[in-house]
Every structure is written in structure tokens, then in C-alpha cells.
């Protein structure tokens, strides 16, 4: 909780509740819904259908808002509530926009001790980005600092959207964001 | 092999005898290779013949646990009065710990061969492979090697046309550590927050969807498909040290060491010589300061008691620490202690689940007093509050997260206490 | 009987079928184990961690809540290591909790104060850091969210999800970020949300209606039954000062377990009202002018001598059975009888206990004036009335009714004095279910016993009393309460 403020007044988070929901494409519907049922007969509750589910909307709109929150909670007969309990606990799951080229650096122990630190930094150096979280001024990177990525042999392992990295060093980093430009 | 470097003389490469070989993912590649022999073999025999086969080799979880599969899976019902599952825990978060990622990007097949084998033996139709949200790459893999699977006639209603249905369903985490808990991922399945559950009631009681589940770990699974094909008894007799500690395993070394990579070698070889010897030593001009020989959940070893480990399960409780993963993290001289036990308590912070009061509380409360000794503001008493705290977070909680974050800060106090106390002496250095 | 478990906790033997858990062994033999998160209404979780309690032969504490007992078990609460494990557990609570008290509701009934107090350190040793500043959060239109007091025992969140079927609560993000949530737009407003701030062991969930009103220690609490519906859910009356300040539920295994609904727990203010009937009134020269209760009764029994042709009864199904059947006899004695009419609303069932619900009819004794003799042909009755020698009316509001009620006298027993009123013979001032003791019998034929929360007003009395001075008055003494 760390001191954030939440919410908003009422009037305030239902104002762009409502504008957000008259923009958004649903998911789940034609071939979005043909994927989901095949996903769901994987499973013999519809629940179990819930993280694949999200993965879905993240795909297509690269964020999960309230509305597609909304979405899959009616789709799988839950509550919304429900969902956004679920979407909050994955650190996966992005809860607002982010730039085009999400970061992910792995800067725990293990590459900690082979210089990941310095890998994010010359990352937030060749994008412009002030700090880990914060979209760089042009708003095509957002790069944060994650916990092990599970490559370890590979220091420094690092995630560009859903591509994978391995061995990334703070001199490969330039040409490695040149080459995403 | 210390993929990706070449196979050292002194490794025993049965799981990773293949890794590198882009052939070897496919199916035509694997069955070239021996591969689906075993599966063939096992469905022609009885569920008990196979449970006993895993039962004799002494196979142990090698998630971390290290409980032995044959007698996990014995505990499922022998009458199904409700649908079985088997669970793959492909979840590998466990820092240090890189080799599942392996197995699944190298041998997609290994993998599935070892999940239908076990599938059948405990009377499960349906297998579920929870994989971490990160492994982009080995979910490809594995998604194109089922489809191949299912295409030729390994998998599906029909297996290999032995008359038994096996699935397998591929389910993507989202990034949470401790989905890799058993329950929790067992929850995490179910569409739920990745809670760890209280037992009883135990998984092979009521598991995922209310069902009697076995969940084992990718490495263990990939292991069976040897044990059904050579024997149990080969299985067993793969042993340097303790009976008790059988067959191979792949350690993950990483770190402060010259040639990081997974290297395989039988149970009870000495972590000296795969240190220095097989994974190439320390980096020019190091000396080797400490090892967290299991990922950072097991306690650390001075250089000195690395030294002396034999590594098996009963090895590394004697040095006591344990083998756990086999995520084998090197540290050497230029390691600041105290950093990297706050960056490993951090990690734990992160990823606590809130459930319990002491890991949810404690975790973040180990951080900042960690932070503020970095930052030159520790106190005297500071020291005793951390092993106070860490004594309270071990063996009071649902899961084990708690005394994994208890772990280091014990062990790194205890072993490297002259360095904590540095830092209560001299002024703010970084946090 | 064999197949009880025997165990033994904290010196004392107790048996228990098998399943048992071990905290609710040890509410057997008066071992009261501080816990939090469990509840016997919910699904257990056994995360707060707080009932930790050593098992010989076990080598940890265990969750009392979560660990069914076993036979020859041998439990120790106040053992060093339990009594250092719970304290530990208080430690890390009051790290982020903020020290509240002096401006929180839940002070004098709050579970983190009593087991602190009982068990705690002296001092926190977190004593460097700022603690977390959230602000406070609207969740429905009675429920408050104070996120910096949560201790995340996620009570609240298994009621919703568990008892109500309605999931609207539930934990957001992880670690020591984690908070209680609801969903933008989809508040906290099921009927039976209010039992998540009953639930809520500390000051995290709070009533609107409650909040600063009263501390908790000022309270007189009176057993009692909820007058809202013909449910008949046990309640407490919490009073100071002679008001019904709160209305909680009170336990009851076969009625409504631990829990009342929100119409039930709001609706109370009625009991409060100040605009009341103080004293017994009489016609005299076409004014109402107060007299006392004997010449009251004089006058009724004149009334009653007096009048000519049938006698009718309108009733409130709200009075209490006692008050019902004095009446009922009354009118018997002149073959005469009445009826009730009962207010509507929509049933609200509470989805994960079997019959329990906000009923459709919106009266606690509908049962107690059926079993009096009383019918449900209001129309019919108050047509009848119109022609009748002599109405008696106890506490109806008489509205929408056409006056005259009566072809002859009026005899009004009530609590507010209503317009069509006015043109009593005779009015009696009662007192409401909260100034009085008496019985109401539910929809399933349970007859529960209320007691007397607070004083009644001025010189108003028990409607069972006045109609019982009534009969006696008239000369029919039997049965007539003194």
C-alpha cells in the first residue's frame, strides 16, 4: 500500500468507467468466443478457463481494463469482483497501459551478482525512460525490474513482450533497443 | 550436460543427453532418439507395474521436496470413483533454478512421454502442464510437440491405441512464484488467486476441481520414461553416496562461476568437483565465497562447507542445508552478503501470497531492516530482531515461503555476521 | 459412545467426534483459543495464524482452527512456544495497524485489542518506519472500508462468497499490498452485507449508521427478536441513554445462525421515536384530555358496558403474542373477532443457509395474531367495522382507512396517535417491542421471547398489560396479567 491513493470519488471512476466501456472491442466473440469454448472444454468448471481467458484480452488489447474485466466475469458466469481479485494477484497481467515495448530485467540474486542491475539501468539510459514503471516520454518503452525470470545460467536474462532474451549484457543493450525501433 | 556448453566427461547425461539438438524436438526426431519405447512398454503393463517400477528406482521429487514419486503416486485411490488428474509443475521460479526450462525447450517429448506414463499409472485422463507466464519459448515448444503428439496418436482418446484416454492441456501462469507451491497451483488451475491451501485435505484426496490430483515436477516426470525403459533397478543403482538419494540430477549453476549452465550428474557427487572441475571454477582472480546449493530457499554454505557437500538429499541435510532444486547460486568474493540477502528477502516480499500473517508481514519487515543497515541506520539490536523475526516465520505458516525468506537471513547472519556488523559501524552505503 | 475422539487440552480431557477441530474441542472445556479468521459460520482457512497452539510429539505449532483432533492428543495453548508464536503473530499485525483506537469504532469490542492486551508485547519493536496511509472506502451504502486497519483475515470476503453467493469482496494485489476490494461500480449492496462489519474482528469494516455514534462499552444489551419480518432472526439491542442505538444479530443454530439481514439491522429508528402517546386519553366534550390509567379503564369499562352490536378488532401482527391473545379474548367475549393486514416487500434469502430470508411479509407475529384468532381479511373486517357497536384497535396506524371506522365507539391501544384516531372514545398509550417483554412466533411456529431493552414513555404500558386491565375491568377476570 506504501502511501498510493486509490479510487477516486464515485462520480469520478464512473465517469470513465462509462466512457471506457463505449470504446471497448470485446473479445469474445466470433473467433475470440470459438477460442474460448475450446478452452473450456479443457476444464471441467468454467473457472479453470480464467487465466487463459485473460491472456485472451491482454493479447488483443494489450492491458486488461475494468471493462474487459467486466467481460470475462460475464462470459464465465463470475463476478467481477472475482476477476479483478484474480488480474491483481498476477503481476503478469498489465492494469493499465503500457508503452509498446514492455521490458521485463531480471534483477534478482543470481543475476544480481552478474550485474543485472546494471543491465536495467543502460536499458532506462537507451530509452529515455525516468525510472523502472514509467513509460519513456515517446511512449514506446515501459521497462521494469522483475524477479527471477528462471534463466539464471543465462545472466541477464530479459523479456521484450513476450520474447525472450538470454546473456543480455549493459553493452548489448543499444543495439539490442536500436534493433526494436 | 552443462548445456550450453559441451557434455563434460565426469556428467552422467541421461535428461540431458539431447539438449542443443534442434531435432530432437520433433517427434520424428525424439522417437529416432528411443523416444515413446517406454510409453509403449508401460501401457502394456498394469498401473501397479508401473507405479511399483518408479517405487524400486528411489525416483524423488525433484522440485524441491524430494518425496518419492512412486509412493505420491500410490496414495491416489485405487478405486476412481471421481476423474484423476495429474499436474506438471512447470512453474520454475525458484531462483538459481533453470533446468525445467531446459528440458521443456530441448525434449518437449521427454516431458510428454513422462506425463502419459505417470497419467496412466494413476488413472488419470486428463494431465495439466502449469507453466510460468514467462516461458514464452518453451510453451512454443511444448504447444507445437503436443500438437505433433496428439497428431500421431500418442495422445488423445485413443493412446497410441492402447484403449486409454491422456490429455494434456497446456496452462499458462501469470507471475506469481508461489503458483509453484503444489495447492497453490492447484488453485491457481481452478481460475483462483494462487493461494496455498491448509492439509489435510491432501491433493491425492481432494486436489484440483475437488478430484484426487498428483502434481510432480517436470524433471521428475522426464526421469520416468528412463526408469520404465532401463528398470528401476538401473534407476537405483545410480548412486554415489546414500541409497537413499538415487539417479541423476540436473544442477543449475549460476552466479559468480565460469561456466553457468544445467550439468548432470548422479546423486552423491561432490560439489567440490562439479564446481570447480565440471562447471569450469570461479571467474579469473575469485575465490569462492559461499554456495545456496537448492535456490535461495536453502540455507547458505560458507566455501568451506560447499567444499565438503556431497550432493544428495542426505548430503546437503548433513552439511545442513538441503538440495531442494538444485538451483545452484555461486557467490564469490566480490558478493556483498548483506545485499543480496535483502535482494533475496525483497523477492520473497514480492511474492508472498498475503494469506499468513507472519509471511505477509514479516517478508516486508525483513527488507526494510535490511534496507536501513544498507543506508547506515541499523541498530545493534537489529541482528537479534532479524533472527527473532526469521525464528517466527519458520514452521508457523500454511506453505513454506515464510521460512524460505527465514532461510537466507539466518544462515547468512550466523555464517557472515562480521559483514552485518559492518555495516552497523560504518555509514550509508547502498539500498 | 466408542467412536468419540478423547484428547486432553491444557490439562483437561474432552471428547469430541471425529473432525472436531482442535479450537472448537477446546470451547468444550472453556479453553478459549484467540483466533481470527476462522469462524464457525465459514469455510476455514487458517491463515491469520492466530490460533497457533503445540501438539506433543508434534515438532511445530499448529492452527488450532485447521487440525482435526486425534485420539490421546495432547494439546498445550499456554506452553512458551504457543504463547511466542501468538505473540509474534499480534507483533506483526500491529506493524501496519495503525494505533487507531482512541478514533476507531470497533474500541471495546475489538479482537485485536483483547487478545494485544491479553497476550501481546508490551511494545512493538517496528517502531522506525511511517505506516501505510490509505484512505477510508465507500463499499456499499451501509459498509465502510478502512483499509489501514485490515488484518486481512478475509472474513468479509468467504461471507460473500460463501454465505451470500454473491462474490462482491475480494482480496486485490499480494504481499503486504493486499487490501479488501470491491468492484468500480458494483458496490457492497446485498441485503445481508451488514454480518461483514459483525464479522470484521477489528475496526476495518464499519457501519455508516454506526459510526461514532456511541462507544461500545456505554451499551446495554438486551436479548431480543428481530421485529422486521417473520423470520424471527435472535438479535441484541444495543441501548444508552433509553435509544436503540445498534441492532446485531444474536446466534441461533435453527433460525438464523449467525446473521440478520440489512432491512432488519437499519430499520430500528421507529423504536426511537419521540412523537409517542404518553398518557391514556378520554373524550370529553369532544376533546381528548389526559387522565390516568384508573379512570382510563373506568371509562373503557363504561365503553364496553355501552355499546350495542358487534364488537371487531383491527390488529398490528406486530404486537406480541400475550398482547394478541389478551385482545383476542376480548373480542370472544362479545363473539366478537378481528384482523390484520401485513406490509410486503421482496424476499431476500440469504443464498448459503437453508430458510433463511428477509421475508415477504414484513411483521415479526403474523403466526402470533393467526394463532389468536385473528384472520387476514382486513377488507372484509374494516367493512364490517364500519357497522360494528364497538372497534378495538391495537397499534395499527389505521391508514388509508375510511372514517368513521366505527358506527359506534372507538377504543384505541397504540404507540402514535394517528388522525383517524382522533375519534376514539377512549385511547391507550402502549409501549413498543422494545419497552416491553413478551413473544413472537415466527413463520416455522417458533415462539421466541424478547426482552424489555428500554423504558417506555411517560405513562404508556405493555399492550399484553392493558388489554389484560381490560378484561378485568369488564369483569372478566381469569388469565388477566396483574
Given at each position: 500500500?506504501?502511501?498510493?491513493?486509490?479510487?477516486?470519488?464515485?462520480?469520478?471512476?464512473?465517469?470513465?468507467?462509462?466512457?471506457?466501456?463505449?470504446?471497448?472491442?470485446p473479445?469474445?466473440?466470433?473467433?475470440?468466443?470459438?477460442?474460448?469454448?475450446a478452452?473450456?472444454?479443457?476444464?471441467p468448471?468454467?473457472?479453470?478457463?480464467?487465466?487463459?481467458?485473460?491472456?485472451?484480452?491482454?493479447?488483443?488489447?494489450?492491458?486488461?481494463?475494468?471493462?474487459?474485466?467486466a467481460?470475462?466475469?460475464?462470459?464465465?458466469?463470475?463476478?467481477?469482483?472475482?476477476?479483478?481479485?484474480?488480474?491483481?494477484?498476477?503481476?503478469?497481467?498489465?492494469?493499465?497501459?503500457?508503452?509498446?515495448?514492455?521490458?521485463?530485467?531480471?534483477t534478482?540474486?543470481?543475476c544480481?551478482?552478474?550485474?543485472a542491475?546494471?543491465?536495467?539501468?543502460?536499458?532506462?539510459?537507451?530509452?529515455?525512460?525516468?525510472?523502472?514503471?514509467?513509460?519513456?516520454?515517446?511512449?514506446?518503452?515501459?521497462?521494469?525490474?522483475?524477479?527471477?525470470?528462471?534463466?539464471?545460467?543465462?545472466a541477464?536474462?530479459?523479456?521484450?513482450?513476450?520474447?525472450?532474451?538470454?546473456?543480455?549484457t549493459?553493452?548489448?543493450?543499444?543495439?539490442?533497443?536500436?534493433?526494436?525501433? | 550436460?552443462?548445456?550450453?556448453?559441451?557434455?563434460?566427461?565426469?556428467?552422467?547425461?541421461?535428461?540431458?543427453?539431447?539438449?542443443?539438438?534442434?531435432?530432437a524436438?520433433?517427434?520424428d526426431?525424439?522417437v529416432?532418439?528411443?523416444?515413446?519405447?517406454?510409453?509403449?512398454?508401460?501401457?502394456?503393463?498394469?498401473?501397479?507395474?508401473?507405479?511399483?517400477?518408479?517405487?524400486?528406482?528411489?525416483?524423488?521429487?525433484?522440485?524441491?521436496?524430494?518425496?518419492?514419486?512412486?509412493?505420491?503416486?500410490?496414495?491416489?485411490p485405487?478405486?476412481?470413483t471421481?476423474?484423476?488428474?495429474?499436474?506438471?509443475n512447470?512453474?520454475?521460479?525458484?531462483?538459481?533454478?533453470?533446468?525445467?526450462?531446459e528440458?521443456?525447450?530441448?525434449?518437449?517429448?521427454?516431458?510428454?512421454?513422462?506425463?502419459?506414463?505417470?497419467?496412466?499409472?494413476?488413472?488419470?485422463?486428463?494431465?495439466?502442464?502449469?507453466?510460468?507466464?514467462?516461458?514464452?519459448?518453451?510453451?512454443?515448444?511444448?504447444?507445437?510437440?503436443?500438437?505433433?503428439?496428439?497428431?500421431?496418436?500418442?495422445?488423445?482418446?485413443?493412446?497410441?491405441?492402447?484403449?486409454?484416454?491422456?490429455?494434456?492441456?497446456?496452462?499458462?501462469?501469470?507471475?506469481?512464484?508461489?503458483?509453484?507451491?503444489?495447492?497453490?497451483?492447484m488453485?491457481?488451475?481452478?481460475?483462483?488467486r494462487?493461494?496455498?491451501?491448509?492439509?489435510?485435505?491432501?491433493?491425492?484426496?481432494?486436489?484440483?476441481?475437488?478430484?484426487p490430483?498428483?502434481?510432480?515436477?517436470?524433471?521428475?516426470?522426464?526421469?520416468?520414461?528412463?526408469?520404465?525403459?532401463?528398470?528401476?533397478?538401473?534407476?537405483?543403482?545410480?548412486?554415489?553416496?546414500?541409497?537413499?538419494?538415487?539417479?541423476?540430477?540436473?544442477?543449475?549453476?549460476?552466479?559468480?562461476?565460469?561456466?553457468?549452465?544445467?550439468?548432470?550428474?548422479?546423486?552423491?557427487?561432490?560439489?567440490?568437483?562439479?564446481?570447480?572441475?565440471?562447471?569450469?571454477?570461479?571467474?579469473?582472480?575469485?575465490?569462492?565465497?559461499?554456495?545456496?546449493?537448492?535456490?535461495?530457499?536453502?540455507?547458505?554454505?560458507?566455501?568451506?562447507?560447499?567444499?565438503?557437500?556431497?550432493?544428495?538429499?542426505?548430503?546437503?541435510?548433513?552439511?545442513?542445508?538441503?538440495?531442494?532444486?538444485?538451483?545452484?547460486?555461486?557467490?564469490?568474493?566480490?558478493?556483498?552478503?548483506?545485499?543480496?540477502?535483502?535482494?533475496?528477502?525483497?523477492?520473497?516480499a514480492?511474492?508472498?501470497?498475503?494469506?499468513?500473517?507472519?509471511?505477509?508481514?514479516?517478508?516486508?519487515?525483513?527488507?526494510?531492516?535490511?534496507?536501513?543497515?544498507?543506508?547506515?541506520?541499523?541498530?545493534?539490536?537489529?541482528?537479534?530482531?532479524?533472527?527473532?523475526?526469521?525464528?517466527?516465520?519458520?514452521?508457523?505458516?500454511?506453505?513454506v515461503?515464510?521460512?524460505?525468506?527465514?532461510?537466507?537471513?539466518?544462515?547468512?547472519?550466523?555464517?557472515?555476521?562480521?559483514?552485518?556488523?559492518?555495516?552497523?559501524?560504518?555509514?550509508?552505503?547502498?539500498? | 459412545?466408542?467412536?468419540?475422539?478423547?484428547?486432553?487440552?491444557?490439562g483437561?480431557?474432552?471428547?469430541?467426534?471425529?473432525?472436531?477441530?482442535?479450537?472448537?474441542?477446546?470451547?468444550?472445556?472453556?479453553?478459549?483459543?484467540?483466533?481470527?479468521?476462522?469462524?464457525p459460520?465459514?469455510?476455514?482457512?487458517?491463515?491469520?495464524r492466530?490460533?497457533l497452539?503445540?501438539?506433543?510429539?508434534?515438532?511445530k505449532?499448529?492452527?488450532?482452527?485447521?487440525?482435526?483432533?486425534?485420539?490421546?492428543?495432547?494439546?498445550?495453548?499456554?506452553?512458551?512456544?504457543?504463547?511466542?508464536?501468538?505473540?509474534?503473530?499480534?507483533?506483526?499485525?500491529?506493524?501496519?495497524?495503525?494505533?487507531?483506537?482512541?478514533i476507531?469504532?470497533?474500541?471495546?469490542?475489538?479482537?485485536?485489542q483483547?487478545?494485544?492486551?491479553?497476550e501481546g508485547?508490551?511494545?512493538?519493536?517496528?517502531?522506525?518506519?511511517?505506516?501505510?496511509?490509505?484512505?477510508?472506502e465507500?463499499?456499499?451504502?451501509?459498509?465502510?472500508?478502512?483499509?489501514n486497519?485490515?488484518?486481512?483475515?478475509?472474513?468479509?470476503?468467504?461471507?460473500?462468497?460463501?454465505?451470500?453467493?454473491?462474490?462482491?469482496?475480494?482480496?486485490?494485489?499480494?504481499?503486504?499490498?493486499?487490501?479488501?476490494?470491491?468492484?468500480?461500480g458494483?458496490?457492497?449492496?446485498?441485503?445481508?452485507?451488514?454480518?461483514?462489519?459483525?464479522?470484521?474482528?477489528?475496526?476495518?469494516?464499519?457501519?455508516?449508521?454506526?459510526?461514532h455514534?456511541?462507544?461500545?462499552?456505554?451499551?446495554?444489551?438486551?436479548?431480543?427478536?428481530?421485529?422486521?419480518?417473520?423470520?424471527g432472526?435472535?438479535?441484541?439491542?444495543?441501548?444508552?441513554?433509553?435509544?436503540?442505538?445498534?441492532?446485531?444479530?444474536?446466534?441461533?443454530?435453527?433460525?438464523?445462525?449467525?446473521?440478520?439481514?440489512?432491512?432488519?439491522?437499519?430499520?430500528?429508528?421507529?423504536?426511537?421515536?419521540?412523537?409517542?402517546?404518553?398518557?391514556?386519553?378520554?373524550?370529553?366534550?369532544?376533546?381528548?384530555?389526559?387522565?390516568?390509567?384508573?379512570?382510563?379503564?373506568?371509562?373503557v369499562?363504561?365503553?364496553?358496558?355501552?355499546?350495542?352490536g358487534?364488537?371487531?378488532?383491527?390488529?398490528?401482527?406486530?404486537?406480541?403474542?400475550?398482547?394478541?391473545?389478551?385482545?383476542?379474548?376480548?373480542?370472544?367475549?362479545?363473539?366478537?373477532?378481528?384482523?390484520?393486514?401485513?406490509a410486503?416487500?421482496?424476499?431476500?434469502?440469504?443464498?448459503?443457509?437453508?430458510?433463511?430470508a428477509?421475508?415477504?411479509?414484513?411483521?415479526?407475529?403474523?403466526?402470533?395474531?393467526?394463532?389468536?384468532?385473528?384472520t387476514?381479511?382486513?377488507?372484509?373486517?374494516?367493512?364490517?367495522?364500519?357497522?360494528?357497536?364497538?372497534?378495538?384497535?391495537?397499534?395499527?396506524?389505521?391508514?388509508?382507512?375510511?372514517?368513521?371506522?366505527?358506527?359506534g365507539?372507538?377504543?384505541?391501544?397504540?404507540?402514535?396517535?394517528?388522525?383517524?384516531a382522533?375519534?376514539?372514545?377512549?385511547?391507550?398509550?402502549?409501549?413498543?417491542?422494545?419497552?416491553?417483554?413478551?413473544?413472537?412466533?415466527?413463520?416455522?411456529?417458533?415462539?421466541?421471547?424478547y426482552a424489555?431493552?428500554?423504558?417506555?414513555?411517560?405513562?404508556?404500558?405493555?399492550?399484553?398489560?392493558?388489554?389484560?386491565?381490560?378484561?378485568?375491568?369488564?369483569?372478566?377476570?381469569?388469565?388477566?396479567?396483574?
Open positions: 500500500m506504501s502511501g498510493q491513493m486509490r479510487g477516486g470519488t464515485d462520480a469520478q471512476t464512473h465517469g470513465r468507467t462509462e466512457a471506457a466501456a463505449a470504446e471497448y472491442a473479445v469474445f466473440v466470433g473467433e475470440g468466443r470459438q477460442r474460448l469454448d478452452i473450456l472444454a479443457k476444464y468448471a468454467k473457472a479453470g478457463a480464467l487465466l487463459p481467458a485473460l491472456w485472451m484480452v491482454q493479447e488483443k488489447h494489450g492491458w486488461i481494463s475494468p471493462t474487459a474485466m467481460e470475462v466475469a460475464e462470459v464465465l458466469g463470475l463476478t467481477a469482483a472475482y476477476v479483478k481479485g484474480v488480474v491483481t494477484f498476477y503481476t503478469m497481467y498489465h492494469q493499465h497501459p503500457v508503452g509498446r515495448h514492455f521490458v521485463q530485467v531480471c534478482t540474486t543470481p544480481n551478482v552478474c550485474g542491475e546494471k543491465v536495467g539501468e543502460a536499458f532506462l539510459k537507451a530509452t529515455g525512460a525516468k525510472r523502472y514503471g514509467e513509460t519513456s516520454p515517446d511512449g514506446q518503452w515501459t521497462i521494469v525490474e522483475v524477479e527471477c525470470l528462471g534463466a539464471c545460467g543465462f541477464t536474462p530479459v523479456m521484450i513482450n513476450d520474447e525472450f532474451i538470454e546473456s543480455v549493459p553493452e548489448s543493450v543499444p543495439a539490442l533497443v536500436a534493433r526494436y525501433r | 550436460m552443462g548445456f550450453p556448453h559441451p557434455i563434460h566427461p565426469k556428467e552422467t547425461p541421461v535428461l540431458s543427453r539431447h539438449f542443443g539438438e534442434a531435432e524436438r520433433s517427434y526426431g525424439w529416432k532418439r528411443g523416444g515413446y519405447r517406454a510409453l509403449e512398454k508401460a501401457l502394456g503393463q498394469t498401473r501397479d507395474q508401473v507405479i511399483e517400477e518408479v517405487k524400486a528406482s528411489g525416483l524423488r521429487g525433484r522440485g524441491g521436496a524430494g518425496f518419492p514419486a512412486g509412493v505420491k503416486w500410490s496414495f491416489m485405487k478405486q476412481k471421481k476423474a484423476h488428474y495429474l499436474c506438471c512447470a512453474d520454475e521460479s525458484e531462483p538459481g533454478t533453470f533446468k525445467d526450462r528440458i521443456m525447450r530441448w525434449t518437449p517429448h521427454a516431458l510428454i512421454e513422462g506425463c502419459a506414463i505417470a497419467a496412466y499409472a494413476i488413472q488419470a485422463e486428463q494431465v495439466y502442464i502449469y507453466v510460468r507466464g514467462e516461458f514464452t519459448e518453451p510453451i512454443g515448444v511444448m504447444q507445437a510437440a503436443l500438437a505433433e503428439a496428439y497428431a500421431r496418436g500418442v495422445l488423445g482418446a485413443n493412446a497410441m491405441g492402447k484403449g486409454v484416454r491422456i490429455d494434456i492441456t497446456i496452462h499458462r501462469g501469470a507471475g506469481a512464484y508461489i503458483c509453484g507451491e503444489e495447492t497453490a497451483l488453485n491457481s488451475i481452478e481460475g483462483k494462487g493461494n496455498p491451501r491448509i492439509r489435510p485435505p491432501f491433493p491425492a484426496a481432494v486436489g484440483v476441481f475437488g478430484c490430483t498428483t502434481i510432480n515436477n517436470v524433471e521428475t516426470l522426464s526421469s520416468v520414461p528412463h526408469i520404465i525403459e532401463k528398470g528401476g533397478a538401473w534407476y537405483k543403482g545410480l548412486s554415489l553416496s546414500n541409497p537413499k538419494s538415487t539417479g541423476t540430477k540436473l544442477f543449475s549453476i549460476c552466479g559468480a562461476i565460469a561456466r553457468p549452465g544445467n550439468y548432470e550428474v548422479t546423486m552423491g557427487f561432490p560439489l567440490k568437483e562439479l564446481l570447480y572441475d565440471v562447471a569450469g571454477g570461479m571467474r579469473p582472480g575469485r575465490k569462492l565465497k559461499a554456495v545456496i546449493p537448492g535456490g535461495s530457499s536453502v540455507p547458505i554454505l560458507t566455501a568451506g562447507e560447499a567444499e565438503q557437500t556431497l550432493l544428495d538429499y542426505e548430503g546437503c541435510v548433513a552439511q545442513g542445508t538441503m538440495l531442494g532444486s538444485g538451483g545452484m547460486i555461486v557467490l564469490d568474493d566480490t558478493t556483498d552478503m548483506v545485499y543480496q540477502v535483502m535482494r533475496l528477502a525483497r523477492f520473497y514480492h511474492e508472498s501470497c498475503a494469506q499468513c500473517t507472519q509471511c505477509r508481514e514479516g517478508t516486508a519487515w525483513t527488507v526494510k531492516i535490511l534496507q536501513r543497515l544498507l543506508n547506515g541506520q541499523g541498530r545493534k539490536e537489529d541482528l537479534d530482531l532479524l533472527l527473532d523475526l526469521a525464528e517466527q516465520m519458520t514452521g508457523r505458516t500454511i506453505c515461503l515464510s521460512d524460505s525468506c527465514a532461510a537466507p537471513v539466518v544462515s547468512a547472519i550466523k555464517k557472515f555476521r562480521p559483514e552485518f556488523e559492518a555495516y552497523l559501524t560504518r555509514p550509508a552505503a547502498r539500498a | 459412545m466408542s467412536d468419540l475422539v478423547k484428547l486432553t487440552i491444557e483437561r480431557e474432552v471428547e469430541v467426534p471425529p473432525g472436531t477441530s482442535v479450537l472448537e474441542a477446546a470451547k468444550l472445556v472453556g479453553v478459549l483459543i484467540p483466533h481470527y479468521c476462522y469462524h459460520g465459514l469455510p476455514v482457512v487458517g491463515s491469520c492466530m490460533c497452539v503445540d501438539v506433543e510429539k508434534s515438532p505449532p499448529v492452527p488450532s482452527c485447521a487440525t482435526p483432533v486425534a485420539p490421546g492428543m495432547v494439546v498445550h495453548v499456554q506452553s512458551e512456544q504457543a504463547k511466542a508464536a501468538r505473540r509474534a503473530v499480534l507483533e506483526f499485525l500491529l506493524i501496519n495497524h495503525p494505533l487507531d483506537c482512541p476507531c469504532d470497533q474500541a471495546g469490542e475489538c479482537e485485536l483483547d487478545f494485544t492486551s491479553q508485547r508490551a511494545s512493538g519493536r517496528y517502531a522506525d518506519y511511517p505506516k501505510r496511509f490509505n484512505p477510508v465507500t463499499f456499499g451504502p451501509d459498509v465502510l472500508y478502512v483499509p486497519r485490515c488484518i486481512l483475515c478475509t472474513r468479509c470476503v468467504r461471507f460473500m462468497e460463501d454465505v451470500a453467493r454473491e462474490p462482491t469482496l475480494n482480496v486485490e494485489e499480494r504481499g503486504d499490498r493486499a487490501h479488501i476490494g470491491v468492484f468500480d458494483r458496490p457492497l449492496d446485498h441485503p445481508w452485507a451488514g454480518n461483514v462489519v459483525d464479522l470484521c474482528p477489528v475496526g476495518s469494516l464499519l457501519s455508516k449508521d454506526f459510526l455514534k456511541a462507544r461500545a462499552w456505554d451499551l446495554d444489551k438486551t436479548p431480543s427478536v428481530c421485529p422486521g419480518c417473520t423470520q432472526c435472535n438479535v441484541t439491542l444495543e441501548t444508552r441513554d433509553n435509544a436503540v442505538l445498534r441492532v446485531k444479530p444474536r446466534p441461533n443454530p435453527s433460525i438464523n445462525r449467525w446473521f440478520m439481514c440489512d432491512h432488519g439491522r437499519l430499520n430500528y429508528a421507529w423504536l426511537n421515536r419521540s412523537d409517542r402517546i404518553e398518557a391514556p386519553l378520554v373524550r370529553r366534550d369532544g376533546r381528548l384530555v389526559p387522565v390516568d390509567w384508573e379512570q382510563a379503564l373506568a371509562r369499562a363504561e365503553v364496553i358496558r355501552s355499546a350495542r358487534s364488537w371487531v378488532g383491527l390488529v398490528s401482527p406486530g404486537a406480541s403474542c400475550e398482547a394478541l391473545e389478551a385482545a383476542g379474548r376480548l373480542l370472544k367475549t362479545h363473539g366478537g373477532g378481528g384482523a390484520f393486514r401485513v410486503e416487500g421482496p424476499e431476500a434469502p440469504l443464498a448459503g443457509v437453508p430458510d433463511l428477509l421475508r415477504k411479509e414484513r411483521s415479526p407475529n403474523v403466526n402470533g395474531a393467526l394463532s389468536a384468532g385473528f387476514r381479511d382486513w377488507a372484509a373486517t374494516v367493512d364490517a367495522a364500519g357497522r360494528s357497536g364497538l372497534v378495538l384497535v391495537l397499534d395499527e396506524d389505521l391508514s388509508g382507512l375510511a372514517q368513521p371506522l366505527a358506527a365507539e372507538l377504543i384505541f391501544v397504540g404507540t402514535v396517535l394517528p388522525e383517524a382522533r375519534a376514539a372514545a377512549v385511547v391507550l398509550p402502549c409501549a413498543n417491542m422494545a419497552e416491553e417483554e413478551g413473544t413472537f412466533e415466527n413463520l416455522r411456529g417458533v415462539r421466541q421471547r424489555q431493552a428500554k423504558t417506555p414513555p411517560g405513562m404508556a404500558r405493555p399492550a399484553a398489560w392493558i388489554f389484560g386491565a381490560i378484561l378485568e375491568a369488564a369483569g372478566h377476570t381469569a388469565g388477566a396479567p396483574a
